[in-house]
Structures are given as structure tokens and as C-alpha cells.
């Protein structure tokens, strides 16, 4: 049983979102994931969410490159949005950048994230997180 129930996965990759949902299928961990191409798809659905008094959901899995919005930008419209990130939504950031300035960037935003994850992701990365 996972501690999560509402998890969004924010990345571009379609690849990944099969990648994704394969990994929680084989490893039984029970949750059904929503998907979004690009954070302002996420950062909308949260809106309407707090719109209607939903509550957020319980993980966010956040890629840091993609188009339209990226994840830096995301986190910084999350934290204007909501003001203070909600205590119950963990925020993972999921990666193939292993470039410096964006895990020195990380660093900045610790008030918002839980980690920091390279891709592919693994069973053992999820059973980390889940």
C-alpha cells in the first residue's frame, strides 16, 4: 500500500510516463498516476483544484526541462499560487540533467522539494519514494 494516493507526473516524455506507469504496475505499488506534458497543465489542474477546494495532490513527481513551462518555473507559480506549498503535496524533482548548476539550482527551491532523482528512474528509486 503506498502513502500516496494522487500523483502527478509532469514531464514531457511520453516514454517516461510508460516507463513510469510500468514500474508502479510491476512493483505493486498502488496509485494511479495523472500525467501532464509541461508544467502549466499541472500548474492549471492545481488551480482547479484549489478553485473547487480539492486538495492537492499527495505527490508530484516534476521534470525540470520542458516546454512551455519548465519545472523551475512551475515551482516558483506553485509557491505564488498556493503561497505557502502545500505541507501534504511531496515534491520530487526527476531528471536527466546531471548538469551542476541545476543540482546547485535544487538546492534553492529545498523549501519545495523533498529530492533530487536522475532518469531513468528505477524500482529501488520508487520504493525510495513510495
Known sequence: MSKFKDVFVVDDDKVYHFIIKKLLTKNNID???SFYLNGLEAIEEIKGKIKLGISLPDLILLD????????????????????????????Y?????DSISDV????????QIKDFFFKPMTAEDLWKIF
Open 31 to 33: 496509485v494511479k498516476p
Open 64 to 91: 525540470i526541462n520542458m516546454p512551455i513551462m519548465d519545472g523551475w518555473q512551475f515551482l516558483d507559480e506553485l509557491k505564488k499560487t498556493n503561497n505557502i506549498v502545500d505541507k501534504n503535496t511531496t515534491i
Open 93 to 97: 524533482l526527476v531528471s536527466s540533467s
Open 104 to 111: 546547485n539550482k535544487a538546492k534553492e527551491y529545498q523549501d
